[in-house]
């Protein structure tokens, strides 16, 4: 009798384990097909590019800020605020120094920094010396070849904006050609 109720019992929590197993987390996902250093910069500074020139909420008539400090760390949420995961990730310096030679022609001097409380100046709200934060989202490639990358501008408290911009390929060379979900303005 006991060696039957050892088996059973033996089969009960064998069933119980393999159900419990079957209901774990799924497996990941694959992950995306990694994006080489050279083209994430490339995508970076056309997103950074489209900000200081196109989207600095400025009108027609871009502001030249005289310094645009870059966040470090990347922030999905910097295209969409109601994102609830940032996905933050630090870019590597060498990243950081390709994405900012890549911006060489334009007549601003882009400093990259750790936190945005750096550089916001509490008294009037805004970013110090005159300047802008540009937060950067991670890249995301889509299955056309075309990237997503959530990014945002601030210069003080009413003079910010954010999107998720898509960049792809043309002619070789990495350019903003449309955006997608939210954008916002302040």
Known sequence: MRNKMFGLIVLS????????????????????????????????????????????????????WPIVYLLRATNDRA?????????SRLLAESLQEAIVAALDDLPAEFIWIDDRSEV??????????????????????QGSGKVHVAASIYFSSLGAGGTTYIV???????????????????
Not at 30 to 38: F, G, M, S
Not at 48 to 59: A, M
Request: proline share 8%.
């Open 13 to 64: 929590l064998t069933l119980t384990l393999s159900t419990l197993a079957s209901c774990s987390t799924p497996a990941p996902a694959l992950p995306e097909p990694a994006i080489p250093e050279e083209d994430q910069a490339a995508i970076y500074a056309a997103v950074v590019r489209q900000l200081y020139t196109v989207d600095h909420t400025f009108g027609d008539e871009p502001p030249n």
């Open 79 to 87: 295209g969409d605020p109601r994102e609830t995961d940032t996905n």
């Open 120 to 141: 916001i100046d509490e008294t009037i709200i805004a970013v110090k010396g005159n300047g802008a934060l540009i937060t950067l989202g991670n890249t995301y490639l």
């Open 168 to 186: 792809e390929q043309v002619d070789g060379i990495w350019k903003i050609t449309g955006k997608t979900g939210a954008q916002w303005i302040s």
